[in-house]
C-alpha cells in the first residue's frame, strides 16, 4: 500500500481519499462516510496541545536547561543518567505497584457495584447519585480533602488510635501507598462502576430468563451470564486504570509530596521533581518522553492480548 | 419526557460554562503582569506577612499615577513558579527573594536590573539598611535586592503552659534541651513538634547542630565545592547528636505526617500537645494570625542551645539575612519602582513589621523597637542578631536550587532512619555546588 502511494503521481487527479484506500474508496464514498474536513478543528487542537508539546518535549530530552536562557545540546546524557538513577528505578516499580493495586482493588469493587446499580431495586437510584459524587470532585479536592481527614494530629486518626496507631501514615512507605490506593480508589470507582453499570444494563433479559426457567440461582446468573457479557466492558475499564494509574500525579503531589524521602515517587512525580523543583527540565521531559512510550506500549498490549482490537459486538449468545 | 429534552439545553449550559471559567482562569491565574496594563506587579511569597505588603501597595497607589498590585503565590509553590514564569512574558516587575543563592542563576541570565541607578539617584535606598544584610544582594559587586521583611533567626519557641505544667525551664544547653525532653514526653505531650513534611523545618536541627559543633566554616566548606567536609568528625558528631535525639522521641513518631505550611505543627504548639518548636522568627507572626489568643499569652521563645565542647560560637545564628525584592530588566516602569522600594525604609513600613514581630533591618529600625507592639520580642531578636558573629544562611538558600530537592530527601531520610550516616553523607557529597 506504501509503495503505491508513493508512487502515485500527484497530479493524477485522484481524490486524496482514494490515494490512502485505492480499494475500498468506491464503497466507502458510497456510504457517505465524513470527509477529514470533520475531524480537522479536532485533529488542529491535537495537534497544537499533543503533538507539539511531544515533540518539543522528545528535543528538549537531549538538551540541558534550567528554565532561563536557552537550551543547551548534551547529547544522550540526560537519557544516560537516568538509567543509572536508582530513584528512577524506584519510580518505575511503585508506578506498577500503584496501578496494578487500583486494578485489582477497583475491579471487583465496581463491578459488584455497577451491576447492583444496574437493577430496578428500591432505592436504588438515590444511593447511585450519592456512590457518583467523589467522582465531581477534582482530584485536587480530593486529595486536599483526605489529607487533612488524615491528620495525625488533628484529623481522624487521632480519635481512632486504635486503628491508625501513632496516626503515621504519610511516613512509612507502606502506609503512605495504602493511603495513596485508598484515595485513587474512593475517586475512581464510582466512575467505573458508571461502565458497569450501562454495560450490566444492556444485557438482555432474556438471558436470565432462561437462566431462571433453567434453574439458575444468582450466583449462577452472575458468574455465567453477566461476567462474561461484561467481558469488553471490563477490558475498556482496565485500560483506562492502567493508563490513569500510570499518569497519576495530583494524588501523590498534594498527599505526600513522593516522601517519606523517595518512597512514593512514582514516575510522573519524580518528572515533576526533576524540572520543577530541581529545575532540571532535560532530565524531566526524559521521564516524561519514557512515561509516553510506556504507557503506549502497555496499553497497545492490553488491546492485543485480550482481543479488544477484534471485538465485534457484546450480544454474544444473543442471536 | 420532559427531562430528556431538558439535558442537552442543561449539557450545553455547563459546557459553556465550564469553558468560561477556564479562560477567565487563563486570564488572571498567572500572578504577574501579561502585557503592560500599565501597572508593576509585585509577586509575593504567600504567607501571614503579606497584610503587611498590601499595605504598602496601598500606601503606594494613594500618591503613585502607576498602580501596583500585589500577586501572592502559596509559600510552598513560591520559588517553582518564579522560575517558570520569570523568563516569559507572565513575569512580574518586582519579587520577593531570599538574596544571594537565590537570585544568583537569574543574574547570570541577565534577567535583573542592576539597582546602581537607582541608588545613584537616591543613596538612601542603600545607607538606610543594614549593610551585612544589604550586601547579601550583592552579585558580582553589583546590588541587586532591597531588604523587604524582617530579618529571620531560627529560634527555639515554647508553650509556656506545657513547660511549666513539666517543670522544665527553656534550654540552654543541649543536655538541658534532652531532659526537657524526657520530661515532657512524662508528660504525655510531643515534646518538639515539628513539620516533617516539608522538610525544610526538619534542616533547621542539622543548620544549627552543625554550626553550633562545627562552626561555621564546615559548611562554607563544603558548598565551596570541598566534598571532604561532609565526612569530617564533626559532621559525624552532629549527625550522630540528631540521631539520639530522634531516637529519643523528641518529635515523637509522626513527624513526617506532619507540616508547618498547612497550619499542623502551629496548631500542636498553641494547643498545648506539643512543647517546643524551632522555626524562623516569623513563627510569631503565625501564631497570630492562626492563634492570637495563644500568641499574646502563652508564647515562648529561646534562642538555639549551647553544646558542650562544640566549635562554633554559642552565638551564632541561623536562618534567613532577609527577604528581597529584586526588579525585572524589562520593567516598563522603573521610576515607579524605584519610588517603591523606597517604602522599605519608611517609618510606617518598619512599624508595621515590628508590630507583627518582624524585625526589619533599617538603619532607623532600632528607634522604633521600644514603641512597637512587642518591645520584648523585637529586643531580643535584635541582640540576637546583633551580636552573632556569623549567621548562617538556611542550607538550601545557599546552595544552588538545583540542589534543594536532593537535600531535603536526604535530610528527611537520615531523620527517619531510612538513611545512615554513611548514606547521608554520600547524598550530600553528591550534591551540585555551583
Known amino acids: ?319 | 419526557m420532559k427531562t430528556r429534552a431538558r439535558l442537552p439545553r442543561l449539557i450545553a449550559t455547563g459546557a459553556t460554562l465550564a469553558l468560561a471559567l477556564s479562560l477567565s482562569a487563563c486570564g488572571d491565574g498567572n500572578g504577574g503582569a501579561s502585557a503592560d496594563d500599565g501597572k508593576i506587579h509585585i509577586l509575593v511569597y504567600g504567607d501571614a506577612t503579606n497584610k503587611i505588603e498590601k499595605q504598602i501597595v496601598d500606601k503606594f497607589n494613594e500618591t503613585s499615577d502607576v498602580k501596583a498590585v500585589l500577586d501572592t503565590i502559596p509559600g510552598a509553590d513560591y520559588q517553582k513558579k518564579l522560575q517558570t514564569i520569570i523568563s516569559t512574558p507572565q513575569a512580574p516587575d518586582v519579587f520577593f527573594n531570599w538574596g544571594g543563592g537565590s537570585i544568583k542563576p537569574f543574574v547570570k541570565a541577565d534577567l535583573l536590573l542592576p539597582l546602581d541607578d537607582f541608588i545613584k539617584k537616591n543613596p538612601e535606598l542603600e545607607s538606610k539598611f543594614l549593610p551585612s544584610v544589604f550586601n547579601n544582594a550583592v552579585v558580582d559587586g553589583k546590588p541587586y535586592g532591597i531588604p523587604m521583611r524582617g530579618t529571620q533567626p531560627v529560634l527555639l519557641f515554647h508553650n509556656k503552659n506545657v513547660l511549666k505544667k513539666a517543670g522544665v525551664q527553656p534550654p540552654k544547653t543541649w543536655d538541658e534541651l534532652l531532659n526537657a525532653v524526657d520530661a515532657l514526653k512524662d508528660e504525655g505531650v510531643t515534646p518538639i513538634a515539628l513539620g516533617g513534611g516539608d522538610v525544610w523545618p526538619t534542616q533547621m536541627w542539622f543548620q544549627y547542630l552543625f554550626d553550633r559543633i562545627a562552626g561555621p566554616e564546615l559548611f562554607a566548606k563544603a558548598i565551596e565545592g570541598d566534598k571532604s567536609a561532609w565526612e569530617a568528625p564533626e559532621s559525624k558528631k552532629a549527625l550522630k547528636m540528631i540521631r539520639e535525639l530522634v531516637d529519643a522521641g523528641a518529635f515523637g513518631k509522626n513527624y513526617d505526617s506532619v507540616k508547618y505550611t498547612n497550619g499542623g505543627s502551629v496548631a500542636l504548639v498553641a494547643q498545648g500537645k506539643a512543647g517546643f518548636e524551632l522555626m524562623g522568627s516569623w513563627y510569631y507572626s503565625q501564631q497570630l494570625t492562626d492563634h492570637p489568643d495563644f500568641a499574646e499569652k502563652g508564647l515562648g521563645y529561646s534562642a538555639f542551645p549551647t553544646v558542650e565542647g562544640g566549635k562554633g560560637d554559642p552565638k551564632n545564628v541561623a536562618g534567613n539575612t532577609n527577604n528581597y525584592y529584586s526588579v525585572l530588566k524589562k520593567t516598563k516602569h522603573p521610576e515607579a519602582v524605584a519610588k517603591f522600594l523606597e517604602l522599605m525604609y519608611s517609618d510606617e513600613f518598619v512599624k508595621a513589621q515590628l508590630d507583627v514581630g518582624n524585625l526589619t533591618t533599617t538603619t532607623n529600625t532600632d528607634e522604633f523597637i521600644e514603641t512597637s507592639a512587642t518591645p520584648e520580642y523585637s529586643r531580643f531578636q535584635y541582640d540576637l542578631v546583633a551580636n552573632a558573629p556569623s549567621f548562617q544562611l538556611s542550607w538550601d538558600q545557599a546552595y544552588p536550587q538545583s540542589a534543594a530537592s536532593d537535600m531535603h530527601k536526604a535530610i528527611q531520610q537520615f531523620f527517619n532512619g531510612q538513611l545512615d550516616a554513611d548514606g547521608f553523607i554520600k547524598a550530600m557529597q553528591a550534591l551540585p555546588t555551583e
Open chain 1, 1 to 319: 500500500m506504501t509503495t503505491k502511494i508513493t508512487s502515485a503521481p500527484p497530479a493524477a487527479g485522484l481524490r486524496k481519499e482514494s490515494r490512502r484506500r485505492p480499494a475500498a474508496s468506491p464503497s466507502i464514498s458510497t456510504v457517505g462516510r465524513p470527509g477529514f474536513a470533520w475531524a480537522l478543528p479536532a485533529a488542529l487542537f491535537f495537534t497544537l496541545f499533543a503533538i507539539v508539546p511531544l515533540v518539543m518535549v522528545a528535543v528538549l530530552s537531549f538538551m540541558s536547561w534550567n528554565g532561563l536562557g536557552s537550551p543547551q545540546w548534551v547529547g544522550t546524557d540526560n537519557w544516560s543518567r537516568l538509567w543509572d538513577d536508582p530513584v528512577m528505578l524506584k519510580s518505575v516499580w511503585l508506578t506498577l505497584l500503584l496501578t496494578a493495586l487500583g486494578v485489582v482493588i477497583q475491579t471487583p469493587l465496581s463491578i459488584l457495584l455497577g451491576v447492583w446499580a444496574a437493577g430496578y431495586q428500591r432505592n436504588r437510584a438515590v444511593l447511585s447519585v450519592i456512590y457518583f459524587i467523589p467522582l465531581l470532585l477534582s482530584a485536587t479536592a480530593v486529595s486536599v480533602l483526605w489529607r487533612a481527614l488524615l491528620d495525625p494530629n488533628f484529623g481522624i486518626p487521632a480519635d481512632a488510635t486504635w486503628l491508625f496507631g501513632d496516626g503515621n501514615l504519610f511516613g512509612e512507605q507502606a502506609t503512605a501507598i495504602g493511603v495513596l490506593a485508598f484515595v485513587s480508589t474512593w475517586q475512581f470507582t464510582p466512575f467505573h462502576t458508571l461502565i458497569y453499570q450501562g454495560a450490566a444494563r444492556s444485557i438482555p433479559q432474556v438471558l436470565y430468563q432462561a437462566a431462571e426457567i433453567d434453574g439458575a440461582g444468582r450466583y449462577r446468573q452472575f458468574f455465567h451470564i453477566t461476567l462474561p457479557q461484561l467481558r469488553n466492558s471490563m477490558i475498556t475499564s482496565m485500560i483506562l486504570m492502567i493508563v490513569g494509574g500510570l499518569t497519576t500525579f495530583e494524588t501523590v503531589l498534594i498527599l505526600t509530596q513522593g516522601g517519606p524521602g523517595t518512597d512514593t515517587t512514582i514516575s510522573a512525580y519524580y518528572m515533576y521533581d526533576k524540572a520543577f523543583k530541581g529545575f532540571d527540565f532535560g532530565a524531566g521531559s526524559a521521564i516524561a518522553l519514557a512515561l509516553v512510550v510506556a504507557a503506549t506500549i502497555i496499553s497497545l498490549v492490553v488491546v492485543k492480548v485480550s482481543g479488544y482490537d477484534k471485538m465485534r459486538s457484546s450480544m454474544e449468545g444473543v442471536s
